[in-house]
């Protein structure tokens, strides 16, 4: 299973033999607890394991991530939304395809569908016109698999309460902010069921590690 292009970019040479998995979710729904035994699971099945993110996951990301999400004063909703392409661009084209190509797994903290979910429908822009810069900056790079961890918004905040001293920019946004967010995820994963897995992230952690597993269990093979 590779990472999958659309028609757009077709000509661009899809990677053939990794795999390209993402884990979508507010914040507070538990992506980086997922990951983390995800990653453990994979391992486990021989796969090499690629566990990266969006923004930070090369040294300019790291730069451009503490722009977008700790910049002091406003950063219009445009230029936001630039930002997170340029990141994605310099990702894929140094990270995520060179892991893929190897056959490598890929395990990716966000990717394009937060920038629909957080930018389009958080910040109000245009969803159609923010996945096709998406698109265009990863050169049509789609996941084999997205991981949507679904949870209500108010109990994502709860949970951040919990585990915060500061929110980020994104964070501290008010709770329509990240109602439009969830609404916006949802509807994706009802655009592409083939691609999402939704999760119910209300539930323990081990209950949807297992989920998740059962489900990369029918798509891939171990290789030891």
Known sequence: MSGSQT??????????????ITLEGG???????????????????????????????????VEIREIVLH????????????LYAADRAHHVETVVRPALARGDVV????????????????????????????????QGLLPDLTILLDLDETVARAR???SRTRYDRLEAEKADFHARVRSAYLQLASAEPQRFLVVDAARPADEIATEIQAEL????A???
């Open 7 to 20: 028609s757009e970019t077709a000509a661009t040479g899809a990677p053939e033999d990794g795999l390209f």
């Open 27 to 61: 914040d507070g729904s538990g992506k980086s607890t997922q990951a983390a035994l995800l990653e453990e699971w994979l391992t486990g099945q021989g796969r090499t394991v690629v566990r990266t993110r969006e923004p930070g996951g090369t040294d300019a990301g």
């Open 71 to 82: 910049h002091r004063g406003d950063i219009s909703p445009r230029a936001e939304a630039l």
């Open 107 to 138: 395990l990716q903290d966000r990717y394009l569908d937060s920038s629909v979910a957080y930018q389009g429908a958080g910040r109000v822009l245009d969803a159609d016109e923010i996945r096709k810069l998406s698109l265009w900056a990863a």
């Open 160 to 162: 951040l309460d919990t």
């Open 217 to 220: 269990g029918r798509r891939i």
């Open 222 to 224: 171990p290789t030891r």
